[in-house]
């Protein structure tokens, strides 16, 4: 893929944002949800700068002490750590793209140090109570869900492939490889990957399917989306935020906490695996991980049962 043209030194900060954009979409395939994500941060970031040191300033004459005191504003606007911690981030890796090419002598931003962030492990659901949900489906009398087979899909494919939300509604049928009983996923950056496919998510996407396709017959529409929406609108894909309340409001009526998101299933996945014997490296690359540090995150062992390891393992346990 060709690089894209170089911004005129004389370029506004705005400019300079629109063409670091550019190269995240089309030269390192950055998903949808980071454009936005990173747009939204160094927009905001830029609208300080301006009101602060004026709309003619170029990248260099930002210092460090000015990031922090942005950094600063975010907290007095009720804004988390971790929120500024993500800002700080997209500034950073925006001001290393503006040294690469010149814009800058140095990374200033590095020169920030990142808030620090709580320390607290992911709350999951447990085994017996997460196994309870996805039996749930197989209950007529149960109208928790808008559409029970397509429900129960999306709760197998959260939980037991340990699928992201955004992998999850991109996926197409052709994406399903019944023969090697395996899915292939499209994680970040276009990574692809495949994930097994269990015996309980086959079941119920074959279930789904059957339905699927008569309610595209009926509306006389079709659509190469695994998961489609109610309405089947545009086209038929169903959307990460309607996923988000669907399993919201599932988790919920089934008795699990209210802060159950998508991701909360994709930490039972990881956690679950651990805690029935499988080894890290392994987890790491079912969930699609660059760096073993990130699925350590992903995974919560009680102290007894880290005890329970170390006695039953370690030779000098003994």
Known sequence: MSAQPLPAPTSTLNELVT?????????????????????????????????EQGADTRPAAI????????????YERGLSKASAARALASIRSWFRWLARFGHVDQNVASLVSTPKL?????RVPSIEQMNRVVDSFNDPKDAAASWPARDSVIFELLYGCGIRNAELTGLNLADIHWANEAILVRGKG???????????????????????QSRLAAAQ????????????????RLSTRSVARIVKRIAVQRGLSSDVHPHTLRHAFGTHLLEEGADLRSIQ??????????????????????????????????
């Open 63 to 74: 210092e460090h002490t000015r990031i922090r005191t942005y950094l600063g504003s975010l």
């Open 19 to 51: 063409a670091y954009l550019a190269v995240l979409a089309n030269e390192r395939g950055s998903s949808p949800h980071t454009l936005r994500a990173y747009e939204r941060e160094l927009r905001a970031f830029v609208a300080y700068i301006v009101a």
């Open 118 to 122: 709580p320390k607290h492990l992911p």
């Open 285 to 318: 690359e079912l969930l699609g991980h660059e760096r073993l540090s990130t699925t350590q995150r992903y995974t919560q062992l009680t102290a007894a049962q880290l005890t329970q390891v170390y006695d039953r393992t370690h030779p000098r346990a003994k």
């Open 190 to 212: 276009q990574k692809q990957r495949y994930v097994p496919l269990g015996d309980a998510a086959a079941q119920a996407i074959r279930t789904y399917l059957a339905e699927r």
């Open 221 to 236: 529409r079709s659509s190469n989306a695994l998961l489609l929406n109610l309405h089947l609108r545009s086209d038929g």
